[in-house]
């Protein structure tokens, strides 16, 4: 996942009209990398595992 979004990222930034677009892209896959952190280390799917 982290290395798809750094190529996507890389791709926009270089080769596309609109080269700050990358940036959102960056700042979305941190957010999701986040929010998995948060859900494994908050153990919030053991509820529903159990």
Known sequence: MVLDYM???FFEWKYTQYPK???LTLSE???IL???IIVFEF???D???S
């Open 7 to 9: 190529v996507r990222a």
């Open 21 to 23: 677009q990358s940036i």
């Open 29 to 31: 896959m941190f957010l």
């Open 34 to 36: 986040i929010a998995i």
């Open 47 to 49: 509820p529903l595992l």
């Open 43 to 45: 153990k919030l799917l």
